[in-house]
């Protein structure tokens, strides 16, 4: 069975980071592409960005510049580095690991 595990969320002011990280146990393809979903309060999840087991990284515009994605083989990880936050980035983080698994997410929350 696979699981992912996300760690890191909390609060912070505008302007301030967070480090997202998602630590997956079990069979993992590791082929296989991993990403970060957000989903603020009344509205869809979206696509915060995206890595490929050959570390080819795509963003939401949105994030472009702010939000770094990254992955460590050895540990199964995956990593949001988010830097310069906006309050409109608050939101509930999920990890995914294409196509079938995701993890329970972890809150992050900025303030103004």
């Known amino acids: 069975q696979v699981q992912l595990v996300e760690s890191g969320g909390g609060s912070v002011q505008a302007g301030g980071s967070l480090r997202l990280s998602c630590a997956a146990s079990?069979?993992?393809?590791?082929?296989?592409?991993m990403g970060w979903y957000r989903q603020a309060p009344g509205k869809q999840r979206e696509l915060v960005a995206v890595?490929?087991?050959?570390?080819?990284?795509n963003y939401v515009d949105s994030v472009k510049g702010r939000f770094t994605i990254s992955r460590d083989k050895a540990k199964n990880t995956v990593y949001l580095q988010m830097n310069s936050l906006k309050p409109e980035d608050t939101a509930v983080y999920y990890c995914?690991?294409?196509?079938?698994?995701w993890g329970q997410g972890t809150q992050v929350t900025v303030s103004s």
């Open positions: 890595i490929s087991s050959g570390g080819t990284a």
């Open positions: 079990g069979s993992i393809f590791s082929t296989n592409s």
């Open positions: 995914r690991l294409f196509r079938d698994y």
